[in-house]
């Protein structure tokens, strides 16, 4: 079904009103909540996507009390940054925000700017971000629509709906666009639809007793909310073999900067081959040129991909070759961009370090990002 042909919304203005008057007493107490600022929409919005809101509370205030303005984060060299986004995963999302950093101190003299197009223009800034921060912080009349605003307003309508479907998006885009339009107050009717569907309407068994638009929710009257929206395919997985090797000596560890592109981009690990398939100890004797002894494995799962590490230790007293690599000291670690997967393999070694927090913290109840496009 195409977008124009789905059922409209029906009442903007009476579901506008409604969450107006439910989110000052529902609202969640959250730091980038206490104190609006553009820059703090945009470090928080960035920190949300694909991430559960509990590891962005502690690592936004953390953030924010090293970077407390763009033109500190934009002055900061790149591993200060991975390293300060560590245990949120997705470090492009880091990079890019640095970026946007730089260019508002370039292009707007420090400060964040308050009009969706301006915001847009900014490295890695999508349609949804540009309208949160312009709505939210600027009560700006922008539409917004991400996962949680797909859901809520596809059951209210009762529109049958697919997840990452391009007809879906842009019909809830239209719909988001009446709903705001229809508002007393952008930033207050935007922000309630969001958390309307991160606490309540939620993609499986959604609280519809407690729900302020219940008495007009299509799906609920029909007995189909649990289905709508249609999840997204589910991307095919793979696993991959990862063999990584850890040198400690003289205080320090080995460590290796990966590539440009790809999984964890340009962050810190020990030399390590990746293979399609388990490689023995005699090829990586080879790869590394030193006698090599597996001492621990386990299995690390991405959103797209399982990746089945072995830990390898060197020989006692051989040194393998690693161009490139450098010996960092264990108490500088936390200083360096390291992927989750790198302080188990420190761990899975033996190394005496202390995993930071938020890289040991499960991850579970991850906020759904932009819909479309532009929210990738």
């Known amino acids: 079904m195409g977008g124009s042909e789905l059922p409209q919304v029906t009442d903007p203005a009476g579901v506008a009103r409604r969450l107006e008057a439910w989110f000052p007493s529902a609202a969640r107490d959250l730091p980038w909540r206490r104190q609006r600022s553009g820059y703090a929409a945009l470090v928080s919005e960035l920190m949300l ?3 559960q809101v509990s590891r962005v509370i502690a690592a936004f205030e953390a953030f924010m009390a090293r970077f407390p303005t763009p033109a500190a984060l934009a002055a900061a060299d790149e591993d200060a940054v991975l390293a300060a986004w560590q245990g949120l995963g997705y470090y492009r999302r880091a990079r890019l925000l640095h970026a946007a950093a730089k260019a508002v101190v370039e292009r707007h003299g420090g400060q964040v700017p308050a009009a969706a197009a301006q915001l847009g223009e900014l490295p890695g800034i999508g349609r949804y971000t540009a309208g949160a921060i312009a709505s939210i912080v600027h009560d700006a009349r922008e ?12 059951r209210v309508a009762g529109a049958p709906t697919a997840a990452g479907e391009r007809a879906s998006d842009a019909w809830a885009w239209e719909q988001a666009a009446r709903f705001v339009g229809a508002a007393r107050s952008p930033a207050v009717a935007n922000e309630a639809l969001m958390e309307l569907g991160a606490t309540v309407c939620t993609p499986a068994a959604p609280a519809c007793g407690r729900c302020p638009l219940a008495s007009s929710c299509a799906a609920r009257a029909a007995g189909t909310a649990d289905a709508i929206p ?38 810190w690990q020990p030399p ?7 490689v023995d100890a005699a090829v990586l004797a080879l790869a590394w040129g030193v006698p090599v ?13 399982d990746v089945a590490f072995t830990v390898w230790h060197p020989a006692p007293g051989a040194r393998p070759s690693a161009p490139g690599a450098v010996r960092v000291p264990l108490d500088e670690l936390a200083g360096r961009g390291l992927a989750n997967a790198t302080w188990r393999v420190f761990e899975s070694a033996g190394l005496p370090v202390r995993t930071p927090p938020s890289a040991a913290a499960p991850r579970r109840g991850r906020r759904p990002g932009p819909a479309g496009p532009a929210g990738s």
């Open 293 to 305: 002894t597996c001492t621990a494995s386990f299995v690390h799962v991405t959103s797209h991909r």
């Open 143 to 154: 539409p917004i629509v991400d996962g949680n605003v797909l859901r809520v307003l596809s």
């Open 230 to 267: 249609s999840p997204r395919k589910a991307a095919a997985r793979r696993t991959v073999h990862w063999h990584a090797l850890v040198d400690h000596r003289d205080g320090g560890v080995l460590l290796d900067r990966r590539p440009d592109r790809g999984l964890w981009a340009r962050l």
């Open 49 to 51: 996507q694909q991430t």
């Open 272 to 278: 390590t081959v990746e293979s399609d398939v388990p």
